[in-house]
């Protein structure tokens, strides 16, 4: 969330409308066809079931997570495609999230189809979007007008209200990330008091979310089970699949109407 969050501050809303048309191709469609190359291949060429696959798919289709904001937060790529491949790594954690959920319901369900994760993926999508849109226009006036006793407690009240914005979105049934990116996004560009301190706040605690989350990973594998037969190969095998295949034609096609130049498109096509 708070990385998320912190992403969306930074790109802010008038990069992102330079960008918008490739951000959701690659963020939203991009991350379907990754996904789908990626199940085709654990079907056919590793023979996993077709919901196994599905599953392997939906879960490591977010190729480029949130980590990608610190990255790039020093550095400047000229042309469009820092923002591009900031915006589209913020947009496909959730649209990956969602679409694992999705298959879970599938693969969960007695008798389920293909609509239950068109279905899933719809109501996280809109629900997160509308939770996101006014928790940003709710929290904006906070920020402005009400002074607070002690310049500290600024980012404080900040981190609160994307913590509300999340937990909003996620009871009703929506998509929580994508909730906080949106708001980040529409207060980006917005002036209010102590912005400066905000910004810097939730890009140190970012950093942190970012360690957090690789040592959470890291916790939840056992390492008793990389001795499984298979499971190297497997992993290995998807690992280049993913990098060297499924993303680079994923990308790469949705960019043919971009105006992007040919050094321009093949960095998206390798880092996206």
Known sequence: MVILFHGGLHIGLRRFRHAVGPILALGIVGTFLTAAVVALAARYLLGFSWIEAGLIGAAIAPTDPAVTFSVFGAREVRGRSGTILEGEAGMNDPVGIALMIGMIELATADEGTLAIV????????????????????????????????SPALYPIRVLAGAGVIYGLAAITGGSGFLAVFVAGILLGDLAA????????????????????????????????????????????????????????????????????????????????
């Open 118 to 149: 068109v279905e899933e993926f719809a109501i996280q999508m809109a629900l997160g979007l509308a939770v996101g849109v006014a928790g940003a226009f709710a929290l904006l006036p906070a920020m402005r007008h009400i002074r607070l006793a």
């Open 193 to 272: 008091p102590r912005k400066g301190e905000i910004e810097s706040f939730h890009a140190s605690l970012a950093g942190l979310a970012e360690i957090a989350a690789f040592v959470a990973l890291g916790l939840s594998i056992a390492i008793s089970d990389l001795s499984e037969l298979g499971v190297w190969e497997d992993g290995l095998a998807l690992a280049v699949i993913l990098a060297f295949v499924a993303r680079p034609l994923a990308v790469g096609s949705l960019l043919l109407p971009a105006r992007l130049r040919f050094g321009e498109r093949l960095f998206e096509s390798g880092v996206a």
